[in-house]
């Protein structure tokens, strides 16, 4: 019994150090792991973040997206074509570049469609139409009064305009009718005068130039760009072509 009095403390203060030693090892063990895997992660998150270097521009050429519309067989098309030069310098245009109401309308289909007929063009040079379209702009075309009005203006209006009543049969007509864009559009005296202009009526019957039309990216350049940038980028493209 004393000699276990006299080993008992020594024992226990051992015990507690051996004890101690143990949890020391697993939890520098632990977060020795956890650092490996924390730095594999980050790592991982860089390389999924890393762009491409085929996707980046070098400074001063132009956007990958923007390289790849100027090699396509409808730009080249296009830059070929005299109608899109005349475009570029027509007043009318230039004044629609910088109208945000204006991209959007291109950016519809609908819009497309309708600007390659001759009967919906013929109607924008009705006054009544245009007027009515205009008014409907300002008015809630939820409300059941407002489609019930002009439900029955458009009726009438069909008995009385040959170009309304053949474009009345298709539904790309009826979409461009809801157009907040087109009901703007047909008060700004710029935008009438362009759609009455040859080299865009020309340019809206091809299927090259509609297609691109259709690219956020071409349409961003074509109303963002100067016009000497422009030219110089179809002449750029001519240049490639012949080679």
């Known amino acids: 019994m004393t000699t276990f009095r006299k080993w008992r403390f020594p024992i226990l203060i051992g015990s507690g150090l051996i004890a101690a030693g143990v949890l020391i090892y697993f939890s520098n063990a632990r977060v020795g792991t956890e650092s490996t895997q924390g730095a594999i992660g980050k790592r991982t998150v860089y390389r999924d973040g890393q762009v491409n270097s085929a996707d980046v521009a070098t400074p001063g050429e132009a956007p990958v ?12 098309s296009l830059a070929k074509n005299p109608d899109f030069q005349s475009l570029l310098s027509d007043g009318s245009f230039q004044a629609l570049r910088k109208d945000e109401l204006f991209s959007r309308l291109l950016s519809e289909k609908a819009f497309s469609e309708m600007a390659r007929q001759e009967s919906f063009r013929n109607l924008l040079k009705n006054e009544a139409f245009r007027r009515a379209l205009a008014e409907s702009a300002k008015q809630d075309l939820k409300s059941s009064d407002t489609e019930a009005n002009s439900e029955k203006l458009y009726s009438e209006m069909a008995k009385q305009d040959a170009n309304f009543a053949e474009l009345s049969k298709q539904e790309a007509f009826h979409e461009l009718l809801k157009s907040e864009a087109m009901a703007h559009m047909v008060t700004n005296e710029a935008f009438l005068s362009l759609m009455s202009s040859h080299a865009f009526n020309s340019l ?3 299927s090259a130039f509609s297609s691109l039309l259709s690219n956020a990216s071409f349409r961003a350049d074509l109303l963002n760009r100067s016009t000497a940038d422009l030219l110089s980028r179809s002449a750029a493209a001519l240049t490639s072509d012949k080679k």
Do not use: G
């Open 65 to 76: 997206a923007t390289a790849a519309i100027l090699q396509s067989s409808e730009f080249k």
């Open 204 to 206: 809206m019957r091809q």
